[in-house]
């Protein structure tokens, strides 16, 4: 499965961002999908999942209220809005789907990079004035 993260730019303080992760199989639709991003001399770190039906999602605590994930899978895509942007929310976002309909379950696991099966390139947010 190959994914394809998207959306990314330079926003000024406060705006908004959409990032799309897009896969090219009907299967993405049965994966465990999270975002990741990782700031300039920082570890790559959770962000926000979303089960394969899209009826649970994990969202870390510090972004919650201005982070929101979701998932068409019609379309094979996951999405995750963000609003009310700051500075220190500048990294390169990455998708990442995870096969196991249980491991996403465990919290750890979640956070877990090597947990993932797929990964995507990453899309550049850089929020500055």
């Known amino acids: 499965v190959q994914l394809q993260a998207s959306g990314g730019g330079l926003v000024q303080p406060g705006g908004s961002l959409r990032l799309s992760c897009s896969a090219s199989?009907?299967?993405?639709?049965?994966?465990?999908v999270a975002w990741f991003r990782q700031a300039p001399g920082k570890e790559r770190e959770f962000v926000s999942g979303?089960?394969?039906?899209?009826?649970?999602?994990f969202t870390q605590d510090s972004v919650k209220r201005r982070f929101t994930i979701s998932r068409d899978n019609a379309k094979n895509t996951v999405y995750l809005q963000i609003h009310r942007l700051e500075p220190e929310d500048t990294a390169i976002y990455y998708c990442?789907?995870?096969?196991?309909?249980?491991?996403?379950?465990?919290?750890?696991?979640?956070?877990?990079?090597?947990?993932?099966?797929?990964w995507g390139q990453g899309t550049q947010v850089t929020v500055s004035s």
């Open positions: 990442a789907a995870m096969a196991s309909r249980q491991d996403y379950l465990s919290s750890l696991n979640r956070r877990s990079r090597n947990r993932y099966d797929y």
């Open positions: 199989e009907r299967t993405f639709s049965e994966y465990f």
């Open positions: 979303i089960s394969w039906s899209g009826g649970s999602t």
